[in-house]
């Protein structure tokens, strides 16, 4: 759990599932990617294709999930800046992998593994 997740940020789910979960993002804007720097005199295109796969298993009888993710994409852009001093024409462009992970969660409480059929049957809030 990231800091600030608090109870039931991460539900439980049944175990020897695998899944994909595929996203495409394409952005045309003046603001910087992590939503920080707003720049009026800027043009930026992003195109991330962010992918994170999921699979669900038991460890000693407690849910446990890995996940992976990997993020291709690419950013082009220009801004004028002459009025900062610098030269009128700016312009980047760059391709490649963008912050991927590894994660792996383990249940410590109140999270058995449960195959689908157990976890059908089970009610919330039942350990």
């Known amino acids: ?7 039931k940020a991460w539900m439980l789910g049944p175990t020897n599932l695998f899944a994909i979960d595929a996203k495409w ?8 990617p992590s939503g920080s720097i707003f720049v009026p005199e800027a043009n930026l295109k992003v195109n991330v294709f962010p992918t994170t796969l999921n699979y669900t298993f038991g460890i ?4 446990a999930m890995i996940q992976a993710n990997i993020t291709p994409g690419n950013v082009t852009g220009s801004a004028d800046l002459s009025k900062y001093g ?15 992970f590894f994660s792996f969660r383990l249940g410590l409480v109140g999270a058995p593994a449960l195959s689908i059929g157990q976890f059908l049957k089970k009610s919330q ?3």
Do not use: K, T
């Open 1 to 7: 759990m990231a800091q600030g997740d608090g109870p």
């Open 25 to 32: 993002i394409n952005l045309d804007q003046n603001i910087v």
């Open 60 to 63: 000693g009888g407690r849910f």
């Open 86 to 100: 610098l030269s009128a024409n700016q312009s980047l462009s760059n391709s490649g992998l963008a912050d991927g």
């Open 125 to 127: 809030g039942s350990r």
